[in-house]
């Protein structure tokens, strides 16, 4: 299963320092989305998250697979990992290049406003679940990414790492 949160603040840089992710346009909020997508709950199957950095000239993603998780993984020392490994995980690219690479994917938009994860038909292995991380997707985003739908997993508005992992218990994965 796979996971896009795309946030508009996070600076697509490494120039962050470990006792400030948050001055770092929130990075940290990034952070605990990774770890949410990425940490095993129970058995678990490889999972990969990428999360698409809008905020500056160089747009681009961070991208990770469970894999990349140490099993004791937290938001500092994931920081830290990604912080001096940048150009493992980080790729220049705009976010139509990065949707293209999934051409027969199923792309789910998470949001509050849309029909019940429960009632929708969700092939979760070749799905995308699309979020935003501290701020909706913009309507730009959302032409991008021409979503299959909208699919909620309750009525309030909930923190994008809350809603990954609800996403993976309800899945199972
Ligand atoms: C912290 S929320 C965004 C905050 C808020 N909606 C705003 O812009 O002020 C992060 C993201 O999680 C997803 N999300 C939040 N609540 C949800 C829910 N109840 N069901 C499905 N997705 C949700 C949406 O994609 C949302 O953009």
């Given at each position: 299963?796979?996971?896009?949160?795309?946030?508009?603040?996070?600076?697509?840089?490494?120039?962050?320092?470990?006792?400030?992710?948050?001055?770092?346009?929130?990075?940290?909020?990034?952070?605990?989305?990774?770890?949410?997508?990425?940490?095993?709950?129970?058995?678990?199957?490889?999972?990969?998250?990428?999360?698409?950095?809008?905020?500056?000239?160089?747009?681009?993603?961070?991208?990770?697979?469970?894999?990349?998780?140490?099993?004791?993984?937290?938001?500092?020392?994931?920081?830290?990992?990604?912080?001096?490994?940048?150009?493992?995980?980080?790729?220049?690219?705009?976010?139509?290049?990065?949707?293209?690479?999934?051409?027969?994917?199923?792309?789910?938009?998470?949001?509050e406003d849309g029909i019940s994860l429960s009632d929708a038909t969700i092939e979760h292995l070749n799905s995308i679940f699309v979020l935003g991380a501290q701020s909706d997707l913009t309507e730009e985003d959302l032409q991008k990414i021409q979503p299959?739908?909208?699919?909620?997993?309750?009525?309030?508005?909930?923190?994008?790492?809350?809603?990954?992992?609800?996403?993976?218990?309800?899945?199972?994965?």
């Amino acid at each position: 299963m796979k996971f896009l949160i795309i946030s508009q603040r996070a600076i697509p840089l490494p120039g962050y320092q470990l006792n400030d992710l948050t001055g770092h346009g929130r990075i940290d909020v990034i952070f605990r989305c990774i770890l949410s997508a990425l940490r095993p709950i129970g058995t678990g199957i490889d999972n990969k998250v990428y999360a698409y950095l809008k905020n500056g000239e160089h747009p681009g993603y961070l991208s990770m697979q469970s894999s990349d998780i140490d099993p004791n993984e937290d938001e500092i020392s994931l920081a830290y990992k990604i912080k001096n490994n940048w150009d493992t995980y980080f790729t220049k690219k705009s976010l139509q290049e990065l949707i293209a690479e999934w051409p027969n994917a199923d792309i789910w938009h998470l949001h509050e406003d849309g029909i019940s994860l429960s009632d929708a038909t969700i092939e979760h292995l070749n799905s995308i679940f699309v979020l935003g991380a501290q701020s909706d997707l913009t309507e730009e985003d959302l032409q991008k990414i021409q979503p299959m739908g909208n699919v909620k997993i309750g009525e309030t508005s909930m923190l994008a790492s809350q809603v990954i992992a609800y996403v993976r218990l309800k899945l199972s994965l």
